[in-house]
């Protein structure tokens, strides 16, 4: 299985930029795809972006396409979400996930969730 951590959240105000990270440590299987997430209040969780840990393709929602770029760095089985021109609706606790060997942006297939970083943008 994979454990993942999220790390990389705070309180910034609107028009601003925040990394995230996400560690993966693969203890059995292979990664193909991590992704990143959100949840705001009393919302279901949102996807976002997705990469795949081989070639580095990348998919995003449109609703953060412009803003957010997501990368990695295999070297330290990592992936980043840089998150620039930051809005009030923004604000959520952001994950990350393993994905299926092929690009998806249906939340329901992926697995090994982390724990989850808050991201607060004040207005």
């Known amino acids: 299985q994979v454990h993942l951590v999220e790390s990389g959240g705070g309180l910034v105000q609107a028009g601003d930029s925040l990394r995230l990270s996400c560690t993966v440590s693969?203890?059995?299987?292979?990664?193909?795809?991590v992704g990143w997430f959100r949840r705001a209040p009393g919302k279901r969780r949102e996807f976002l972006a997705v990469?795949?840990?081989?070639?580095?393709?990348?998919y995003y929602a449109d609703s953060v396409k412009g803003r957010f770029t997501i990368s990695k760095d295999n070297s330290v089985n990592t992936v980043y979400l840089q998150m620039n021109s930051l809005r009030p609706e923004d604000t959520a606790v952001y994950y990350c996930?393993?994905?299926?060997?092929?690009?998806?942006?249906?939340?329901?297939?992926?697995?090994?969730w982390g724990q989850g970083t808050q991201v607060t943008i004040s207005s």
């Open positions: 996930a393993v994905g299926p060997s092929k690009l998806t942006s249906i939340v329901d297939q992926y697995q090994d």
């Open positions: 693969e203890q059995t299987f292979t990664v193909y795809t």
């Open positions: 990469i795949t840990m081989t070639s580095g393709t990348r």
